[in-house]
């Protein structure tokens, strides 16, 4: 079904889900605006709550050296106030409902999300509207702001995971990179950024052809787009139609070269973490349902190879884990450890052997069949949750502009062959591998 | 309700949740079995998945010194196989169906839970129950996963807001006391505790009496407690009848003595995690409600007066909230921040200076009706989620005997008044204070 209405937004059911009753669990509808701002909402049935993202396709990729963090700074500076309200009249409307409401900052996005009753919807859309598009970025608060930022910048510093995931990032990509540098920036830029230079990345990014809006839960899709027009129609932003989209999206990038490399940080810490990474594979590769069931199998649980290597046979370590992330134009695996310093050398030994094993035979039928059964499993009962069906919706949207149905993702999965799971296993895991230390010397 | 089936097993209907379009939404049945095991459910319209959580009356503080860490310990062993599955049967059968599968540890329980599609709830029942009744606990598996828990505890030595928490309940209850020591034991506790200790302990308060199973989301009842009966008993689990309940439960316990203190933990972190806490209120006083209330006003959201202070008005922290925990016999309240070293001094200052105020004057009409939107916006948000409901469930069964209706609750939140949060304010924000403080010297 598709409709042009008089006011020239495109709508359409993308797809219906039916459960084994008949009855309808699940509609999903799509609008786009005349200003390219495009809304996604999932209706669920029996659901009294609905959850709400603004996806804005800007992260720190899209940054330079001199605006390193400044994604991650301007998520903090819209909840700082707008011209009608303040950062307290902001925090004090949400709270007041008992609603859930924060953002994060990726590489390559910004969401800003909310979960409230079904009732409290129009004021969650309402407040998400204003922020967005009616942020002051005053400088006494890009001030404040700045010193909250260095805190959490040493918080991140604090932890242990963090400061190995951003060291393989920068082996990976190198420290000159957007792609290689972590997210938040550094003390140093952040120190550095000026009010213009953020309201001039506020300006550039935040248009209605670069966001989408996700919207699941108990709701009407009519009546969330007559809200969302209104909300982030107020301050004359969808007529803001020129800003240019990111350069991901325009242009065709070249794939970014990956590592090899080794690293190791020195920190005075009780336990070593390290990463074992390998280039993976772009968000938009076919091979990554393959490459999903083989991370499944590999690490996805306490039944994969590496939890029973590494920690049930052998005690080597409480955290065992693997992991693949995806890109525009790159992506990463890996295998993520965390143990006592004397243990080092073994589970490096023993996750290695794991990799090698794997690259050479990839899997067996029985761990295909766990896998897939793992996978859409954990799919499905994440489907209850109105938070992540939100999430997918807005994530799926912005960066491959359409969403899958849930059969047909499930049908993907279960479509997966060993041969297929062999070749991407080999592949991948024949790669030059990236090392990231961090713990005593 | 009430029936007793000729099993000797009592059945009461504890009460029905009605929505405002007269539909029933929720069926909460609680069963007694003739051994005192005790199995609560809450039917939930309209789900697909169900949560299961069995829950023992056993932590930490039921530990001596030679047993210190034994409840967590154990939590682990239960997964290392019964007379009847390996460790790898345990962790196949659930990944195979996308389960989430876990277990913790407390002060006073030990819960393990999962998360099914509601055709594999019995599959979930039929584990759990193998593993909490036949658990083999053989000398090797003791000694592997003694180096896994190990390498958790210097896991959470690297945590600074587990190291400052852990340096808190110290300060106020003794590092002698069962309450003040860490959950997971020491390096030295650990290293010490022998297999015969550990089947001891398994022994002594794994008993049907100090057990609560709690299931919510797609289920029968009835069927239920038959896959239970089927499940829990095939060891003989369920004719054991003479364990002892913990102490805690059987003897009038005196109030633990809490504070005043102050202690520092030297880390070279690059934040100051610090926590000033006050000694609190036990499970069972009624003016908990009001606690919550006054928590909430103080450092409950963003717009809490700790969370405008500390940072949207001063930028001196990221992180900083306030909590309140109970026990059986005490309870503590708390503020926790991270900060920059150089701003730990103002920090305190303001920090100390709003729990003066809000001793002298507790909070005005507004936040009062705030922090009642917010906590019961928050407790509806939470019921769509058979997890939250499983745990709300069994917790409550286990630490207070009952399970209050959600009307019930919602009652007793709506019904607090001004004069009761400043009376609570008064009384426990005037208690000397414990400070603890973990960072660079």
Known sequence: MQARASSGAITRTVHTVTGADGLVVSHVRRTRLPSGLRIVTEQMAGARSASIGVWVGVGSRDERATTHGASHFLEHLLFKGTTERSALDISIELDAVGGEFNAFTAKEYTCFHARVLSDDLPLAVDVLGDMITGSVIATHDVDAERDVILDEIAMHDDDPDDVVQNLLAELAWGADSALGRPIA????????????QIKRFYRRHYAPSNTVISVAGALDHAAVVRAVKKAFGRHGWLETQAAPAPARTT????????????????RPFEQVNLVIGREGLTRDDDRRYALGVLNTALGGGTSSRLFQEVRELRGLAYSVYSFASHYADSGLVGVAVGCLPDRTDEVLAVVRDQLRLIAADGITEEELSRGKGQLVGGMILGLEDSGSRMMRLGKNELVNGEVLGIDEVIARIEAVTLDEVREVAAEVFGRPELLALVGPA
Chains 1, 2 share one sequence.
């Open 185 to 196: 920036g550094t003390t140093g830029s952040i120190e550095a950024m000026t009010p213009a």
């Open 251 to 266: 242009t065709a990038r070249r794939r970014p070269k990956v590592g090899p490399g080794e690293g190791r940080v020195d």
